[in-house]
């Protein structure tokens, strides 16, 4: 167990719908990350927050939105889905501030898009 | 463009045959190199981090290296339990963030 929880596990929904993908990092950690895993691609990131502020953008459409809140969880928000954004969507979490420091990935978000 | 290359895709094994992954880089300066292993439907399991040329770890079966240009992961005698995805990562210098680069990962198979 990584110590990084994200919820809900798996989500089926329709076409043109929104979802919101949720994340608690580590305790103790700042900085967050969101990958997205689909089946011809790798881990592509597409997100980093520190401390509530965003700290680097990835590969990330304009239809995905995220935040991180004062109490530093963070969510995934999806609009106008697609078909094509089927994928494991991880979060991924890291103490922050420290040079080259581990960083705990979650056990991911199914997205089903039909 | 900073870049990660994994070789084999996929390599399947017997039991107690070593073998060695490879994880070739471009990064305009490298902070770390990560290894994770990841099984079908769960999350990238952190193994090791690497920060400069010449260095080695080790854990259970498993050993990985750096050179500046790459680093392997070698496996030896596994057991079927050591089959799953193992996926290369760099964190490049410069910049406000310490996000990883992933390789597509080489999915390694061992058969009793």
């Known amino acids: 167990d990584s110590g990084v929880t994200q919820t809900p596990k798996h989500l089926i929904t329709a076409t043109g719908q929104r979802v919101t993908l949720r994340c608690s990092p580590r305790?103790?950690?700042?900085?967050v990350y969101w990958y997205q895993q689909s089946l011809d691609q790798g881990l592509q990131f597409l997100i980093q927050?520190?401390?509530?502020?965003?700290?680097a953008k990835g590969n990330i459409l304009e239809r995905f939105s995220a935040q991180q809140f004062p109490d530093l969880h963070s969510e995934l928000n999806l609009s106008s889905l697609e078909l094509g954004d089927s994928a494991l969507y991880f979060c991924?979490?890291?103490?922050?501030?420290?040079?080259?420091?581990?960083?705990?990935f979650g056990e991911g978000s199914w997205l089903t898009v039909v | 463009e900073d870049q990660v290359t994994q070789s084999p895709e996929a390599l399947r094994l017997q039991e107690g045959e070593s073998s060695s992954l490879n994880c070739s880089y471009t990064v305009s300066g490298l902070r770390g190199l990560f290894w994770y292993r990841q099984d079908p439907g769960k999350g990238p399991e952190f193994l090791f981090t690497?920060?400069?040329a010449g260095e080695e770890k080790e854990k259970e079966r498993l050993k990985a290296t750096l050179t500046k240009k790459e680093s392997f992961l070698h496996i030896t005698a596994p057991k079927p339990e050591d089959s799953a995805t193992y996926l290369c990562a760099v964190q490049a210098k410069g910049g406000a963030t310490n996000k990883l680069i992933f390789g597509t990962g080489t999915l390694l198979a061992v058969q009793p």
């Open positions: 991924a979490s890291s103490a922050g501030g420290a040079i080259g420091n581990t960083i705990y």
């Open positions: 305790s103790g950690d700042l900085s």
């Open positions: 690497l920060y400069s």
């Open positions: 927050y520190y401390n509530g502020e965003e700290r």
